[in-house]
């Protein structure tokens, strides 16, 4: 899940909380809802790591981003015929290190809530468990370790043109980096 917010939404008070409160609220729940805030979040998932897999020259700039230590993101973009912009994104899900049982019933709740109208299909050879949804432009789910982590991968392109439809593709190229990451977790 991902939660975005700006100085004017912070403001905001919603049952006399801000919108940070309610986040932190809900990153204390067993629901695994919310973001980690992992200092490590993006030694996990490197620049390296999205030049291999995705086969990017050094002429392709990618840009790193890191949101409240919570999701790393890498940014490009590619010219040819159309113009397409390229996002891939790590997120940990909050808390730390979960039991076996927090683990199912965390997943468990996720179906229901998150996943349930989101394509959500299951992935073999990643992780303890994993599965693939349309969340996002498309989302890798692993639960691996006792960690609940979401690589994410979406393609925007120029107005009026199709985004291409390669899902097992973007699933083999989120399963790769998900290996990735758990190896460094």
């Known amino acids: 899940?991902?939660?975005?917010?700006?100085?004017?939404?912070?403001?905001?008070?919603?049952?006399?909380?801000?919108?940070?409160?309610?986040?932190?609220?809900?990153?204390?729940?067993?629901?695994?809802?919310?973001?980690?805030?992992?200092?490590d979040i993006c030694q996990l998932l490197k620049e390296d790591d999205i030049r291999l897999v995705f086969d990017l020259s050094d002429a392709i700039e990618i840009k790193?981003?890191?949101?409240?230590?919570?999701?790393?993101?890498?940014?490009?973009?590619?010219s040819g015929e159309k113009f397409m912009k390229y996002t891939v994104m790590l997120n940990f899900a909050s808390g730390g290190k979960r039991t076996k049982s927090q683990m199912d019933k965390a997943w468990e709740q996720q179906n229901k809530t998150v996943y349930s109208k989101r394509n959500m299909q299951s992935v073999s050879g990643v992780g303890?468990?994993?599965?693939?949804?349309?969340?996002?432009?498309?989302?890798?789910?692993?639960?691996?370790?006792?960690?609940?982590?979401?690589?994410?991968?979406?393609?925007m392109v120029m107005p009026g043109e199709d985004k291409p439809k390669d899902t097992q593709g973007m699933i083999d190229k989120t399963k790769i980096l998900a290996k990735k990451i758990i190896e460094r977790t």
Do not use: P, T
Request: hydrophobic share 30%.
């Open 64 to 78: 790193q981003e890191k949101d409240r230590d919570a999701i790393c993101s890498y940014n490009w973009e590619a």
């Open 1 to 39: 899940m991902f939660f975005y917010s700006s100085c004017k939404d912070e403001k905001s008070q919603e049952n006399g909380k801000s919108q940070i409160e309610q986040i932190d609220q809900l990153e204390d729940d067993d629901s695994f809802a919310g973001s980690s805030k992992r200092d």
């Open 128 to 155: 303890d468990r994993a599965s693939w949804s349309d969340l996002g432009g498309g989302q890798l789910r692993v639960a691996a370790d006792g960690y609940i982590f979401y690589v994410s991968h979406s393609v």
